[in-house]
Nanobody, 132 residues
Framework: QLQLVESGGGLVQPGGSLRLSCAAS????????MSWFRQAPGKEREGLLC????????AYADSVKGRFTFSRDVAKNTVYLQMNNLKPEDTAVYYC?????????????????????????WGEGTQVTVSS
């Protein structure tokens, strides 16, 4: 069993910054990857970042280049998303997802396509609102 808890969301003015965190607890020994997604009202869920635990290799979407920065605290099984120069269109619920190692299934670090919707664990999300 694995639990994911996101935090750090809130209201911020355009151009401001927020840092989101996602802490994994439970059987973290089996973690393969952790990812960040977001879903704006009326839109489909968008994959932002994914990091593999084994080698810290990272996949990211073009939409976060230059503004969002990813970091990791290995000891705490926590990943962070530093969001800078926020725009109103960044308003969304931000979710953390985890993929675990399991038999008969190849783990993934997908940000789009069918597998991106089938991570093993999801947090409840944290609301980010960018408004003046």
């Amino acid at each position: 069993q694995l639990q994911l808890v996101e935090s750090g969301g809130g209201l911020v003015q355009p151009g401001g910054s927020l840092r989101l965190s996602c802490a994994a607890s439970g059987f973290t020994l089996g973690l393969y990857a952790m990812s960040w997604f977001r879903q704006a009202p009326g839109k489909e869920r968008e994959g932002l970042l994914c990091i593999r635990m084994s080698d810290s290799s990272t996949a990211y979407a073009d939409s976060v280049k230059g503004r969002f920065t990813f970091s990791r605290d290995v000891a705490k099984n926590t990943v962070y998303l530093q969001m800078n120069n926020l725009k109103p269109e960044d308003t969304a619920v931000y979710y953390c997802a985890a993929e675990v190692n399991k038999p008969l299934v190849t783990p993934h670090c997908a940000l789009e396509g069918p597998r991106s919707r089938e991570y093993d664990y999801w947090g409840e999300g944290t609301q980010v609102t960018v408004s003046s």
